[in-house]
Structures are given as structure tokens and as C-alpha cells.
DNA sequence: TCCCCCTAATTTTTT
DNA sequence: ATTAGGGGGA
């Protein structure tokens, strides 16, 4: 115990023993929060105030999960089952498995991704004859999700015109066809579980009496629909409800466009009636003139539930500010930055590039590619996303579920076996008339078509007899020799990379089975061997005695199932280039809870950092300047900031301003390498949004003329004077020769696309 | 059925 | 600049 405590700060300390009530700890960025939160439950359950059951601790992201899991075993020799740590969406998993029943799903119901959902709701779309241009998927898409995440059904959202009305009716529809097909998108698992726990008394009660202690992670990132699963799973407002211990951050709150809602947090305090708010504000990770700029910095914004965080190490460097003239010239110091780092003895996996959009790695990409300084960027295609690998991944769905249309879809012909467009019509004509799915629907077709179709059953259902009786890694085998997609990839010219992945399929069903505890020659197919531990029956409304979701998989879920859910929840790795010590390029979003020795944070131009489409939304900027706040703490000893003058951005050259958020930085804290330039600040920002591509001002006039084109007679930055549009500038220029147009803002009446030789344009100043 | 060309869109991301 | 997706022709 003495050595559970020992390392942790007074703030942190009294933090990790709290009494059994609900708390909210404010941990800023670098303070410690993933400590406190694992220091936390090994103290309540080794002072016996808690047992490993009743533990339930949610985080985000799997690899948070994850790492909660290491450091506990790390900390404590006991064995973490028993408890339940995970994701929202793992957990929610786990408790329809075991309820699936009085969930009113299949046993083997199946996850849709973000990508299955969008094709789900297109083919919902094609079958209803609902025009896709009125109604585009992706936004359908975001409707349904953005209603569930906020706890609403169709029935429960309010629509007060006939096009949100068609929406609500669509979102209806929508969820009836994943019923019918067994089949559940993210949001789902969350809403289903609240929904079963909420209607089923024994079951809510049982949960409810055994998480005695709920810890959430990145608390600032709840949705309305997570705030109230998490009161729920607590009994909040019940006289014996468990404790929820909150850590969060609401200045690093940058999720708000995926619905997280910050607003979570005041409302925790209120609503659970938090007496302990605790701030942890200690940083452990950045130098002094760091930390000060990114404290003066989220100052700014006017929304905060207030925090300082201050730090021991001492002053070290200031933050170093470079402009430079265009994005190629700023990639370009960026790499000899990078090269003194190194030959100073610096690690390159220590050294992070940051941007705010992916679309700016390229440049850099380019000039690290030209300096063969090895990087590796993140957030590209993950594992489990690859095309080849959802192809199998469908087979083996269709093999556990009949039903799963999608599924069905996806490789009824893939590899192409002869059924087109016209069988599939008929088959789909027949599931309709029939009211059941695609692959039931197969006898009713007749002709060629029923036929072919009826090739495609034998090949599902011979797969599945062949495999009734054999572990996952080899069903998985089976299933890429059988369906003929290896056969398929050998015959494509560039398929030998994709075989390569199929094969890794493999082995991740080998490791998955290991991992998990099914055992290697465990049946894929075989039912979950259902085992009553001491205390984990319930006894439901109609009598009947049930399983509770225990913290193993194995007992409430077959090894496919587990394996199929796998896939969906972890997609899998998405770095690039992984091994060796390399450069680190990234968004400022995935760097959020990482750190490094030394941070690039690149392009802060306005338009791009802050983001142009932030400045339409409410609370944009404040958002924008907490994204900023999370960029700067992720360095530990130098920050180098820079931006640019010129940028090409979509085939377009643009002039953007230095970012407001170098004026809101501390001179003391920071260093321009490059002189100053005086900008005029600001005043376009009231303008309309075409004004982003605003001309360089006079002090940019320089490198305007380095971009002009002298043979046309007109260059870019050149003012001039239209007829109907008023006065008006250059912002670039395409073409030559016999026709030449240019790219001209006129401010109110936006950008216009005119041709040099028609138009009557008169040159300014 | 496949392939090529045209168009449109292009903030951030996990599950 | 680049790419994804749709439409039309061979």
C-alpha cells in the first residue's frame, strides 16, 4: 500500500482516495491522469473496499483500455478479471451478448462499422426509391447518428419540416433493416443496452448493485447518450448508487463535432452531486516557457471550468516561430530543424510533426521522402478496413448469420461468379415480397438467375459444414481457399500484397483465440460454454435464470462471434511503416494523449488552423484554440511553431494570415526566428467566407511577385476594378496563352472565375 | 463485365 | 492535387 501511494503528489494523493462518493477530477494535459485512475482502483481494492467485480472503469479508445489493464497488473498481483474494463462500445458488446435475448437480438447479431453502416443505408435508400441527391446517405448517416447518440429513436425526434420529417422517417426504416438482418452500428450498442437496462428491472438492478465503483476516462468526451449510460450503470439518484470517479479535461475538449458534449461535465458536478473536485495541475511533462504559452493561450477562451497548470522542470526554451514563404519553403527548414535535432543526438520517434489536416502531411511527406529521413505517419487505412480483408471478414459474418444482407451483398459476387445486377434484382424483389433476407429469399428466384444464386448457398453452406468442428484460424483458412479469394488475388497483377494480408488474417485468428482464452482448438462455431460464477445469476421478470455479462468473452460469446466483434471494435493498426525509430507525422487529434521531446506544429494559418469551417460553427474557435492547447502540451522540451505565407491547398495557391493564436501567446515565451512581419489583423474576419483567400497585404507584395506570371501582364495580388463586381483581387491565375483566367475576390459578391481576355477589368494601384 | 473518363469534394476520428 | 464514385461505352 505504502508503495501504491508513494510517488504520487499531494493533488493526485488525495485524489486516488477519496471516499466512496462521485468526484470529478479536472486532470490537465501531462498531470498524471492515467495514474491516478489505476492507482485508484488498486487502492479501493486493496483496502477492501471494493471487489475486483465491482469495478466498471470506461475509456474511448481500446489502446486506453488497454493500457489501464497493464499498469493495474503492473501495480497489483491480482488478476484482473472480474473487472470490467473497456471501451463504451467493448462493454456494450459484452452485456448484449450475454442479454441478447432480452436485448431482442440474435446471438450472433453482428457490428456494422462506419463504412458498413454507410453502405447499409444506401442499399436502404436504392430499395425505397428515395432520391440520393435530396437525401445523401452520408448525411442520413449522420442524422441517425446524432439522434442515437443523443438516446432518441425515430419516434422520439422532433421534426418540424417535411424533409427532416423524411429523415425521421428513413431513420425508422433504417433500423428496422438492421433488426431484420441481426445486425447493430455503433451507436446501437450503446443505445440497445440502454435502452434493455432501463425497461428490464432485474437486470439494471443486478448491474447496479454489483459496480460499486464506475471510473470514466477523457470525461470531457461523453456524449448525452454515454452521460446517461453512465447514469444508469451507477444508479445515480438511488439511495445505494455506486460512485463515478470522472477524469477529464474540458480544455481539451476537441471532439464536440462527433458529439461529445463538454456540457457533461458541469452537469456531472450538479446532477451527481460532486463534492470533490479535484485539480490536478501539476505537469510532469513540459518545460516552463511550454506550459506558459499554452496556459496564456486557453486563457482566451471564455468557457472554462479553470485550471493552471504549472511545473517544476524550470523555464527551459522558449518556443522557436518561423515563417516562411510558402509550404514547400517551410517544409523545407522544418527538415533541417529536424536534421540538428538528430545530429544533437535527438531520437526521431521523439520528434512529432503536427498539423491540423491530413491533407498537409503530403508537403512534408515529400521533403522527409527527397532527405530520406525515415517517418511514419498516422491515421492512414486500418487493418481491418482493408477491402480484401472486409471481403473475408463478410463471409465468415454470413457464415454466423445468415441473414446479414450486407454481407451478403459484398461477396455474392466477389469473385465474380456470374451473378449481375439482374439476379441480384430478382433476388431482391423475392426478400421483399417475402419479407425475409436475401439469402432465404434464394429458392423464390428462378431461371439462370436461381441457379447461379443457388451455387453461392452450396458454397456458404459447405464452407460452414467443413468447418463446424474446427478452431477459428483454420475456419479462416477454409473460407479463403473455399470462397476463391485467394485464388482470385493471384490472378490480379498487383494482388500479391492483399494475399499478404489474408494470410495475416490468419494469424490474427491464432492470435485472437490465444489471447482471449478460447483455447487453439477450441471450435469456432460452438456456443458459448455458459458457467455460473458465485454471484453471477440473475433471475429475470419472466423467471428465468441467466448468466451475467462476466468479464470473459469466452463464456457468452463463440470464438467467430468474439472474433467478428473483434474485428469491428479494433480495426486494427493504422500506422504506416512501423519498427524502426522514426519521425512521428500526425493530426493534432491523434496526437492527443501522446507526447514527445520535440513538437513541430505546422501551418497555423488562419483558414487552416484555425480551421475556415470553425468560424461558421458556434463555439468554433474556442474549440480551434483548445485543439491549439492540446498541440503545444504535447511537447516536452522544444516547440517549434511555424507558418506560411503561401499555400498550395487543393490545386490552389492560397494566402493565408499568420494564426490568430500567435498574438495570444506570451512574448516572454516565445522566440520568432524569422523577423516579425506586421500584419493587419483580423478586420477581413467579420467579411464573407470568400474573403479567406484574402490578397497578401503590402508587406506580402514581395513574394507575390515571385508567383506572378510577368508574360500575361497580370499577377497574382494585383487589385483591380470590375464593372459589376466592384473592386476585386487576384488570388490566381490559370491557363496562358490563348485563354488565360484568373481567380478573382470580390469580396462581397465572392470568388469569380474570369477570363482575362473577355473580361473588362481595370488595374489598380 | 470491365474499364475509362468525368465530376465533385476535400477538418478533425473512435467505436 | 488527388481521389473516390458514378455513368457510359466497348
Not at 450503446?190 to 448493485?209: F, G
Amino acid at each position: 500500500m505504502q508503495n501504491l501511494l508513494h510517488n504520487l503528489n499531494a493533488e493526485q494523493l488525495a485524489a486516488v482516495t477519496l471516499p466512496a462518493q462521485s468526484a470529478l477530477i479536472l486532470a490537465g494535459a501531462g498531470s498524471g491522469k492515467t495514474r491516478v485512475l489505476t492507482t485508484r482502483i488498486a487502492w479501493l481494492i486493496q483496502t477492501g473496499q471494493v471487489s475486483p467485480s465491482g469495478i466498471l472503469a470506461v475509456t474511448f479508445t481500446n489502446k486506453a483500455a488497454k493500457e489501464m489493464l497493464t499498469r493495474l497488473s503492473a501495480m497489483m498481483p491480482i488478476n484482473t478479471r472480474g473487472m470490467w474494463i473497456g471501451t463504451f462500445h467493448g462493454l456494450c458488446n459484452r452485456l448484449l451478448r450475454a442479454h441478447h435475448r432480452d436485448a431482442a437480438l440474435p446471438q450472433t447479431f453482428q457490428i456494422l462499422d462506419s463504412q458498413d453502416q454507410l453502405s447499409a443505408i444506401k442499399r436502404l435508400l436504392k430499395q425505397m426509391n428515395v432520391d440520393d441527391e435530396k437525401y445523401p446517405p452520408r448525411n442520413l448517416m449522420y442524422f441517425i447518428n446524432g439522434a442515437k447518440d443523443q438516446g432518441l429513436r425515430a419516434k422520439d425526434v422532433e421534426a418540424h419540416d417535411d424533409y427532416n420529417r423524411k429523415f425521421v422517417e428513413l431513420y425508422d426504416l433504417y433500423d428496422q433493416q438492421c433488426q431484420r438482418e441481426g445486425v447493430v452500428d455503433f451507436a446501437e450498442l450503446l443505445l440497445r443496452t440502454y435502452e434493455l437496462l432501463s425497461r428490464n428491472q432485474p437486470l439494471r438492478e443486478h448491474y447496479q448493485r454489483r459496480f460499486r465503483h464506475v471510473l470514466v476516462d477523457e470525461f470531457q468526451d461523453t456524449n448525452d447518450l454515454q452521460y446517461k449510460w453512465l447514469k444508469l450503470m451507477s444508479g445515480q439518484g438511488q439511495v445505494d448508487s455506486g460512485a463515478v470517479f470522472a477524469v477529464g479535461d474540458d480544455d481539451q475538449s476537441i471532439y464536440a463535432f462527433r458529439g461529445a458534449n463538454v456540457g457533461n461535465m458541469t452537469a456531472f458536478e450538479r446532477e451527481f452531486r460532486v463534492q470533490n473536485l479535484i485539480k490536478l495541475e501539476q505537469n510532469y511533462r513540459s518545460h516552463g516557457h511550454i506550459l506558459d504559452a499554452a496556459n496564456i493561450l486557453i486563457a482566451n477562451n471564455s468557457k472554462r471550468l479553470g485550471k493552471n497548470l504549472r511545473t517544476d522542470a524550470g523555464h527551459g526554451e522558449q518556443v522557436r516561430i518561423f515563417e516562411s514563404s510558402s509550404d514547400l519553403q517551410e517544409a523545407q527548414w522544418i527538415i533541417e530543424q529536424v536534421k540538428n535535432l538528430i545530429a544533437e543526438g535527438w531520437s526521431r520517434s521523439e520528434i512529432a510533426l503536427l498539423y491540423r489536416s491530413n491533407a498537409q502531411s503530403r508537403v512534408l511527406e515529400h521533403a522527409l521522402f527527397s532527405s530520406a529521413i525515415p517517418y511514419r505517419v498516422y491515421g492512414g487505412q486500418r487493418f481491418f478496413e482493408r477491402a480484401e480483408i472486409k471481403h473475408a471478414i463478410a463471409y465468415l459474418q454470413l457464415m454466423d448469420n445468415l441473414h446479414n444482407d450486407s454481407a451478403f451483398l459484398r461477396v455474392v459476387n466477389f469473385p465474380t461468379r456470374g451473378i449481375g445486377a439482374k439476379a441480384l434484382e430478382q433476388l431482391q424483389d423475392a426478400a421483399r415480397q417475402y419479407n425475409c433476407s436475401l439469402y432465404a429469399a434464394v429458392p423464390y428466384v428462378a431461371g439462370k438467375a436461381g441457379s447461379s444464386l443457388n451455387g453461392f448457398i452450396k458454397l456458404i453452406e459447405g464452407a460452414r459444414f467443413e468447418t463446424q468442428n474446427l478452431p477459428l484460424q483454420e475456419m479462416v483458412q477454409v473460407v479463403l481457399d473455399a470462397s476463391g479469394l485467394i485464388t482470385h488475388y493471384q490472378n490480379e497483377k498487383e494482388g500479391a500484397d492483399r494475399i499478404e494480408n489474408l494470410e495475416q488474417l490468419v494469424s490474427a485468428a491464432t492470435l485472437f483465440v490465444s489471447e482471449e482464452g478460447y483455447g487453439l482448438d477450441a471450435p469456432a462455431f460452438l456456443g458459448p460454454q455458459a458457467q455460473a460464477v458465485a454471484g453471477t445469476s440473475i433471475t429475470t421478470a419472466d423467471g428465468i435464470e441467466i448468466i451475467d455479462a462476466d468479464a470473459s468473452l469466452t463464456t457468452i460469446m463463440s470464438p467467430l462471434s468474439a472474433f467478428l466483434s473483434h474485428a469491428s471494435l479494433e480495426a486494427g493498426d493504422n500506422q504506416a511503416q512501423a519498427g524502426q525509430d522514426a519521425l512521428q507525422l500526425m493530426t493534432v487529434h491523434s496526437a492527443k494523449g501522446l507526447e514527445f521531446d520535440a513538437v513541430f506544429i505546422t501551418g497555423l494559418e488562419e483558414g487552416l488552423f484555425p480551421h475556415e469551417n470553425s468560424a461558421k460553427e458556434e463555439g468554433g474557435v474556442e474549440e480551434e484554440r483548445r485543439l491549439m492547447y492540446v498541440a503545444i502540451t504535447r511537447a516536452r522540451k522544444r516547440l517549434y511553431m511555424s507558418f506560411s505565407q503561401t499555400r498550395m491547398l487543393h490545386g490552389q495557391t492560397r494566402y493565408n494570415m499568420r494564426s490568430r493564436f500567435f498574438d495570444e501567446l506570451p512574448d516572454e515565451s516565445i522566440k520568432w526566428l524569422s523577423p516579425k512581419i506586421q500584419q493587419q489583423q483580423h478586420s477581413w474576419f467579420a467579411q464573407p467566407k470568400s474573403a479567406w483567400d484574402a490578397a497578401p497585404e503590402s508587406g506580402n507584395n514581395k513574394i507575390a511577385q515571385n508567383f506572378s506570371r510577368p508574360d500575361s501582364g497580370w499577377r497574382i495580388g494585383q487589385n483591380v476594378a470590375h464593372a459589376k463586381f466592384g473592386e476585386g483581387v487576384i488570388v490566381n491565375i490559370e491557363g496562358g496563352g490563348g485563354s488565360t483566367r484568373a481567380h478573382i475576390n470580390f469580396g462581397k459578391f465572392g470568388m469569380k472565375l474570369l477570363d482575362l481576355s473577355v473580361a473588362k477589368l481595370e488595374k489598380l494601384g
